[in-house]
């Protein structure tokens, strides 16, 4: 319920930052809004692997998947200074993550066959 909560703001944030013309102010908040979404996945993330009993091959999986979380976060908490900066290079690590999280990662699904077989 955290993430979708985080989730649902993304389209008034978005709207916002197109009436206003990426201004600066609008920029953070968008970045803040993405900040609090990759935690909240991260903090998902976490939870499953807590409450199920993974293999060693599915941990490793998982691993491949925190790195772009913490990447996501990393690129998300610099975006919100970098705003004051030119709000273009806040809006091109929005980008970068965005194409970063859109190439498929096919170590859980290889772990998941080899946990099968």
Not at 12 to 41: H, P
């Amino acid at each position: 319920m955290h993430l979708l909560f985080w989730l649902s703001l993304i389209p008034l944030t978005t709207k916002w930052m197109g009436e206003t013309n990426f201004e600066k102010n609008t920029v953070i908040a968008y970045a803040i809004l993405l900040l609090l979404c990759g935690v909240s996945y991260t903090i998902l993330q976490i939870t499953i692997e807590k409450s199920n009993e993974l293999s060693e091959d599915l941990k490793c999986a998982f691993g491949a998947v925190k790195r772009k979380g913490l990447i996501s976060v990393i690129c998300y908490s610099s975006a919100i200074p970098l705003a004051y900066v030119h709000t273009a290079i806040s809006g091109a690590l929005f980008a970068l993550v965005a194409v970063m999280w859109l190439v498929p990662d096919k170590n859980i699904e290889k772990a998941l066959k080899k946990r099968d077989d």
